[in-house]
């Protein structure tokens, strides 16, 4: 190095300095396409799961007013209205839970979500039995 010129040595300082750019650059560009797959992923399935998640819990909170509000109302058209409203959430929730299905992409969330629809089932049953329940205390000759 003694023996180059100042020419090249400006050369060679720029070379180094152009390849640690070319270094840095390339490391940025890796880290921005990773970025991007993250992005997508949360854009694809992370948002939609979490908007169905939250029309799943609105839903269930509903029906779960609906269930009371039926097990206290005394009039029976009411409670035909109720019964009816009920079975519509039931079908509302059917195609939510669908639509949430769909943005499963794990199997811990496969899991979790098949844990969820089994405890459903045990809330459809429970609710079925206070619908029977309330169905026989309106039937005529039962004392209220």
Known sequence: MKNWTIRWRIAASFAVILALM??????A????VRIEQLTTGIERDI???LHYSNQIVVDRMANYSLTEEYALQTDAA????????IMASR?????LLAQFNATISSP?????F??????????????????????EREK?????
Request: aromatic share 6%; hydrophobic share 35%; net charge neutral.
């Open 22 to 27: 070319a270094v840095t650059a390339a490391a």
């Open 29 to 32: 560009y890796t880290r921005l």
């Open 47 to 49: 948002l939609p799961g």
């Open 78 to 85: 009411v409670k035909q209205q109720l019964q009816a409203a």
């Open 91 to 95: 079908d509302y929730t059917k195609t």
């Open 108 to 112: 811990e969330e496969r899991t979790l």
């Open 114 to 135: 098949e844990t969820f629809t089994s405890a459903q089932d045990l809330y459809v049953s429970a609710q079925d039995e206070v619908l029977k329940a309330g169905a």
């Open 140 to 144: 005529p000759g039962r004392g209220r």
